[in-house]
């Protein structure tokens, strides 16, 4: 089973930036698929972005798109998110989880990012705040 332990969350002003870790032990992630997820006070866990372990392919999601940047580091068996120009919006509980596979999966109409229930192993999560 792999154990995910975040890290780098912190408090931050409007415009700034912070880069978050995701740490795996127990299995390597060779295999899987690594997802943030974030959860505002009140509202829905959310997918930010995901990356596919086994060939690096990434995918973010629209609110994220050209601010964020998610990486891996098989040899460390770490994902990193890079989070620029921070906005308050942002200001939430961010979570990594690893799915065994890729991040999206495919259906009779298109292909589509994987459902938060795929994912098996999740971490604790970091609290990142934005202030404006």
């Known amino acids: 089973q792999v154990q995910l332990m975040e890290s780098g969350g912190g408090l931050v002003q409007y415009g700034g930036s912070l880069r978050l870790s995701c740490a795996a032990s127990?299995?390597?992630?060779?295999?899987?698929?690594i997802g943030w997820f974030r959860q505002a006070p009140g509202k829905e866990r959310e997918g930010v972005s995901c990356i596919n372990m086994s060939d690096g392919i990434r995918y973010y999601a629209d609110s994220v798109k050209g601010r964020f940047t998610i990486s891996r580091d098989n040899a460390q068996n770490t994902v990193y998110l890079q989070m620029n120009n921070l906005k308050p919006e942002d200001t939430a509980v961010y979570y990594c989880?690893?799915?065994?596979?890729?991040?999206?999966?495919?259906?009779?109409?298109?292909?589509?990012?994987?459902?938060?229930?795929?994912?098996?192993?999740w971490g604790r999560g970091t609290q990142v705040t934005v202030s404006s």
């Open positions: 127990g299995a390597t992630l060779d295999h899987h698929a």
């Open positions: 989880a690893s799915a065994y596979g890729i991040c999206t999966v495919q259906t009779a109409q298109a292909i589509r990012p994987r459902d938060l229930s795929d994912f098996a192993s």
